[in-house]
Nanobody
């Protein structure tokens, strides 16, 4: 099993930046892909960005060019750098990790609020 702890959320103005961090522990060598989902109240959780163990990245169309996902293998941490933030980016952001067994693991979430 993998434990995930997020940090870095908060309140920022339109056009500002935030960096989210997700530190993994436990069965880290079994992780195939990590990334971030987000969820607004009353809406389904949606994929924002992901990165595989080989470094392949994937982004939601609306964040391409503004968000960058990266990983520091030495620290077992994945980052999401969010620039040019918009009010529609406001949501709870959840870190996730999928193991090679197919097991999904989730963090508790961190709130990101962008004021207009």
């Amino acid at each position: 099993q993998v434990q995930l702890v997020e940090s870095g959320g908060g309140l920022v103005q339109y056009g500002g930046s935030l960096r989210l961090s997700c530190a993994a522990s436990g069965s880290i060598f079994s992780i195939y892909v990590m990334g971030w989902y987000r969820q607004e109240p009353g809406k389904q959780r949606e994929l924002v960005a992901s990165i595989t163990s080989g470094g392949t990245t994937n982004y939601k169309d609306s964040v391409k060019g503004r968000f960058t996902i990266s990983r520091d293998n030495a620290k077992n941490t994945v980052y999401l750098q969010m620039n040019s933030l918009k009010p529609e980016d406001t949501a709870v952001y959840y870190c996730y990790a999928v193991e090679r067994t197919g097991t999904w693991n989730w963090g508790r979430g961190t709130q990101v609020t962008v004021s207009s």
